[in-house]
T-cell receptor
Framework: QKEVEQNSGPLSVPEGAIASLNCTYS??????FFWYRQYSGKSPELIMS????GDKEDGRFTAQLNKASQYVSLLIRDSQPSDSATYLC????????????FGPGTRLSVLP | GAGVSQSPSNKVTEKGKDVELRCDPI?????LYWYRQSLGQGLEFLIY????????KSGLPSDRFSAERTGGSVSTLTIQRTQQEDSAVYLC?????????????FGQGTRLTVV
């Protein structure tokens, strides 16, 4: 079993819709979770971090964490064509909540 | 500095040559990471430095790969006797070890092409 798993996509949603991206992880003791966005040819950029069970909202983005189910998700409301990118889920593996392992990424396409 | 800085941005080398890639992390960040990303693929973990602890080298693909971090700051990734399969974007990231806000920030990457 891979440490961090994501659906590779592509996930296509119409402009203005909610995009839902999912991630599961295998190490039950993981404490820190992150979502990165990566445009083609660019480096990953941080969107959200979440450390506690529940929801965390930042603008159009909401991260959801369920440690019991080893599941973390990212919701993007009012999706825009500029949101079209690959979204990477990362999990911190060590006692600092670091030594990150990344999932393979989900490619999101927002259709105008 | 303001962000993670990597050099060079692009490197073309002949098969069999050695290359050195440099990463200058965000000032004060205790952790530094190297990842590799081949075209259309995900991030492959290479090595992780955390403060003065022994680095986690578990991701290095072969003994041709090595990395150093001098003075807890700048890191150099060295690839000896480069092969064509080493062609990829090499990404460096840094973060600060604390109880929260441990996010990693990436440099712009070094695109390595082995011909």
């Amino acid at each position: 079993q891979k440490e961090v798993e994501q659906n590779s996509g592509p996930l296509s949603v119409p402009e203005g819709a909610i995009a839902s991206l999912n991630c599961t992880y295998s190490d039950r003791v993981s404490q820190s979770f992150f979502w990165y966005r990566q445009y083609s040819g660019k480096s990953p950029e941080l969107i959200m971090s979440i450390y506690s069970n529940g929801d965390k909202e930042d603008g159009r983005f909401t991260a959801q964490l369920n440690k019991a189910s080893q599941y973390v998700s990212l919701l993007i409301r009012d999706s825009q064509p500029s949101d079209s990118a690959t979204y990477l889920c990362a999990v911190g593996r060590d006692n600092y909540g670091q030594n990150f392992v990344f999932g393979p990424g989900t490619r999101l396409s927002v259709l105008p | 500095g303001a962000g993670v800085s990597q050099s060079p941005s692009n490197k073309v080398t002949e098969k069999g040559k050695d290359v050195e890639l440099r990463c200058d992390p965000i000032s004060g960040h205790t952790a530094l990471y190297w990842y590799r990303q081949s075209l259309g693929q995900g991030l492959e973990f290479l090595i992780y430095f955390q403060g003065n602890s022994a680095p986690d080298k578990s991701g290095l693909p072969s003994d041709r790969f090595s990395a150093e971090r001098t003075g807890g700051s700048v890191s150099t990734l060295t690839i000896q006797r480069t092969q064509q399969e080493d062609s990829a974007v090499y990404l460096c990231a840094s973060s600060f070890a604390r109880t929260a806000n441990t996010e990693a920030f990436f440099g712009q990457g070094t695109r390595l092409t082995v011909v």
